[in-house]
Each structure stands twice: as C-alpha cells, then as structure tokens.
C-alpha cells in the first residue's frame, strides 16, 4: 500500500512537470543563481550549499544501484521520468551554481573565455527542453562530456569552499575525480571485450587526465577573483594605492619603481600562494610569490613593488596574476614610454 501511493505521487510530480517544463528549468535557474548569491554573502551557507551540489552528484552516480534498491525494498521501480527529469535537474542547479563563480573569475581576452562561454552553452543546453533531449540525451560520448564538464565544474568550486583546498590540490583533485566517476559511462560505451576492453578504458582516463591538466591555463580559478587593482607609484600608510597608472615614463621608473597592488577575494580560511608575473612585451621578467589568505568581503591585499627595471623597458608592460597551477587570476596592463 505504500508503496502504491509513493509511486502515484512520484507520477503526479513526473506529470506535472511534463506538462510545465519551465516550471523545472525556471528552478534550476533561480535555485543556482540564489546559491550563489548566498555563499558570496552569507558564509554559513559558504559550506552547505556546496554539499548539497556534490551530494546530488552523488545520486547520479549512484543512480542505478539507488533505484534497484528502492525498488526491492518498495516493490516498484523508480519511473523513467523521474530520473530523467533528476538528472536534467541537477545539471540545471549545477552548471548555474557554477556560472557566477566563472563569470566573475574569468580573463575575457584570454583563453578562459572559451571555457566560461562553454559552461554557458552547457547551461543553456540543459534548460531547453529539446535540445537536452533529443540531441544530446541520445548521443552517449557527447552526453558524458556533458556530465563530465558540468561535474569538473561543480568540483573546481565546492572543494575550495568545503575543505579549504588551494586551487591547484582542487584542480587535480577535480580531475581525478571526473576521471574516476566517468569510469562507469565510458565502460558502457566502449566496444571491447577482454584486456582490449581495459586497455582502452585506460587509455581514455589518461588522455581525459592529461587533457584537462594540459587546459590548465583556459580555466578559470573558480573561487579566486581580482576585487581591486592598480600600477602606482606609491602606496600610503593603509596600504591604500595612489592614482593608478596606464602611462609611465622611464625617468618615473628609476625614480620610484612601481607597485603593482591586487586585492584578491578568496573563501574563508582558504590559504594560498600566487605570483606576480611581470612581462615586457610578452616575455617574463620577474615572477614574485604572494601568500594570500581568504574571508576578507574586499579582498585580501596584496601588492609587489618593482625598482629594478632593464634599460630599455619602452613597450607594453604587464603583471599577470597567477595560481601555482599557472591558471590566471587577472592582469594588470601599462606601458612606458621615452
């Protein structure tokens, strides 16, 4: 008896939202945006709402034996419905819990753009009906590179936020662990039996491995951003910068250097090492690490301080502001002149 009205209303939910399916993608849309919005402001949720995201993952991967459970233990199977729909869900949450993150983060005239617009395509994707469905649903590689992108995602920006993990031990953490959950879905697609059959299953979790290491540097550092920055001359006693500089003669160069000042918005209780990496015309010069730590609303205040400049540093200058994993936080641009 139980188990009759547990599936009738399993099947009311499954109608309703077959006859309204905006009503499920306006949730996934409100619910990630309003995620965000509460771990940016309110840091006793900093830590729940990322586990909740990473726990919905954890249904997914574990939707196969979930469902031969309940049904044992029930008497019913789950309907095709409801896991289709939960799975198109928690993609939705997903990919828009994840997008402000990215948005905020992301250097647009860098190769990081290409990344944060494919999340949003990603995004889009998942909220259309159509496309979701008949399109990608159907195509299994394209589907798990889907699932595979939107999980990478989800864990490039819980793991700093829940365990305090810098952002190079989260990126190759969230690569082992997209690899090792995307196992599963690359044994069931592919077409080998015997040794051929792991052989080839470990040569596609390397080259996935690989890939996203090698990618590196068109991710964005999810939960790192850039909150104020300046090139000045001077700093004053609050470690506040002087007017911020586009333009610098040489003569102001070997009188007072230049500072070159980041605030740097990070989790709280997240500790981390970055660098100042100052170019000339697109060759390094100077790399000089900063240790930065987390929970500061206006972010935390960083700056270095650069006196000793080559004769001819007439160009385009600039300091780009990097993880030990090499991914960019943002740049700073100036150019000096005679």
């Known amino acids: 008896m139980a188990g009759s009205i547990w599936k009738e209303r399993l099947l009311r939910i499954v109608g309703l939202v077959q006859r309204h399916p905006r009503i499920l993608a306006l949730f996934g849309f409100v619910s990630g945006i309003a995620s965000f919005v509460l771990v940016d402001r309110q840091e006793e949720f900093a830590r729940v709402i990322p586990l909740l995201m990473l726990l919905s993952w954890a249904w997914l991967v574990l939707e196969n034996v979930l469902s031969r459970s309940l049904s044992r233990r029930f008497g019913h199977e789950l309907p095709a419905g409801v896991l289709r729909y939960a799975t198109q869900m928690i993609h939705q949450e997903s990919l828009f819990f994840v997008l402000p993150f990215f948005f905020v983060t992301t250097a647009w005239n860098s190769g990081q753009a290409f990344f944060s617009a494919l999340l949003l395509g990603a995004a889009l994707v998942a909220i259309i009906d159509p496309v979701y469905y008949k399109w990608l649903a159907p195509r299994r590689w394209t589907y798990l590179a889907y699932h595979t992108l939107t999980l990478f995602a989800v864990l490039l920006t819980a793991l700093p936020i829940l365990f305090h993990l810098t952002t ?15 196992l599963p879905s690359l044994s069931r697609n592919v077409p080998f039996d015997g040794w051929g059959r792991w052989a080839a299953l470990g040569a596609l979790s390397l080259a996935l491995g690989a890939t996203g290491w090698l990618a590196r540097s068109w991710i964005p550092p999810a939960t790192l951003w850039l909150t104020d920055v300046a090139v000045t001359a001077s700093l004053d006693d609050d470690r506040t910068p002087a007017e911020s500089l586009g333009t610098v003669t040489g003569a102001q160069l070997r009188s007072t250097g230049l500072f070159a000042y980041t605030a740097i918005r990070a989790p709280r209780g997240l500790d981390e090492r970055v660098y100042h990496v100052w170019q000339h015309d697109g060759i390094e010069v100077d790399r000089i690490a900063l240790d930065i730590t987390g ?41 000096v002149v005679d």
């Open 168 to 182: 190079p031990e989260s990126y190759k953490l969230a690569i082992a662990v997209a690899v090792v959950l995307s």
């Open 295 to 335: 929970g500061r609303e206006r972010g935390y205040r960083s700056w270095t301080h650069k006196r000793n400049f080559p004769d001819n540093a007439v160009g385009r200058w600039q300091v780009r502001v990097l993880t030990e994993a090499g991914q960019m936080i943002g740049a700073l641009r100036f150019q």
